[in-house]
């Protein structure tokens, strides 16, 4: 994978992490927010039958419900609760919608139950006047599915789609890039930390693009098909010089200086001379 590629995956892992720490930390905040909330609504239970000393057990969830439960038997008016419950539910905006169910500990039996609904104007909130008796008890809370959390589901899923097709877009195009990217890479070899464009007549090292000229191209070229073994001079001169006579001699020694010159940003990649008989282009894998 290239640098740039694995820049771009690395910030859409990113994103996505953080996408999904901010989904987790706020479902983690709100179900915080839930727990105190609901030990605050057992509390002031306590406090509308006169006791102030008894404790709130640890708040249980059970499939979708809450599970408010004590240490001690009290008894309740219906009133004063669906009035204490309403009222923390609203100071802590825990919820525009719930429904409690108030179970006797001893028997399961459902004792009383109403519901309260904001955004559907529906409370259902029956037998106010009727005295419970002392008693364990149990309160049951379920929260309602509300406009607000339905909206926050709507974004998340909107969220999703669109960091979706942004990944569908990149693979299309590092599929289209990669595509065109072969047919001018077929025009660079690499040597090294080199990559010679034999089309351009160039070395390319980095950000620096290093200009050859035709015979130096061609002698590179040469000296690259045959890598790592040694070329006579005889067949350097014929193949790339020719017939051409003025070239010969000292002028392939002056070719390979310049050649040498331009190669030095590397120090893997170096033309050696073999005394006697010809030049090597050496590259160490």
């Keep these: 994978m290239h640098l740039r590629q694995f820049k771009i995956a690395a910030f859409i892992v990113v994103c996505i992490l953080f996408l999904t720490s901010k989904s987790f930390a706020q479902d983690s905040n709100s179900e915080k927010h839930i727990q105190v909330s609901l030990r605050m609504i057992g509390h002031q239970v306590l406090l509308s039958s006169a006791d102030s000393t ?29 009035s204490t419950v309403d009222r923390v539910v609203k100071e802590t905006k825990m919820t525009s919608g719930y429904i409690v169910e108030v179970e006797n500990c001893d028997t399961g039996d459902l004792v009383y139950s109403f519901k309260m609904d904001e955004a559907e104007q529906s409370d259902i909130v029956p037998c106010k006047k009727r005295i419970q008796p002392k008693s364990c008890y149990s309160l049951f809370f379920t929260l309602l599915e509300t406009n607000e959390l339905k909206t926050e589901a709507s974004q998340v899923n909107y969220y999703l789609f669109a960091l979706l097709f942004v990944l569908i877009a990149l693979v299309f195009f590092f599929l289209w890039k990669r ?4 047919v001018i890479d077929s025009n660079l070899i690499p040597m090294g930390q080199y990559h010679f464009d034999k089309c351009n007549t160039e070395l390319l090292i980095e950000h620096q693009r290093i200009e050859l000229t035709s015979k130096e191209a061609d002698l590179l070229l040469l000296l690259y098909s045959a890598a790592n073994t040694t070329v006579e001079r005889e067949v350097i001169l014929n193949m790339v010089w020719g017939d051409e006579g003025a070239y010969e001699g000292r002028t392939l020694d002056v070719f390979i200086s310049k050649l040498r010159k331009k190669l030095e940003f590397d120090s893997k990649v170096k033309i050696v001379n073999i005394r006697g008989v010809g030049y090597k282009l050496v590259m160490d894998v």
Excluded: C
């Design 54 to 82: 008894s404790r709130v057990l640890p708040i249980i969830k059970e499939n979708n419900r809450y599970k408010i439960h004590f240490d001690t038997e009290f008894e309740f008016n219906p009133e004063e609760l669906v």
């Design 179 to 182: 595509r065109n990217t072969s």
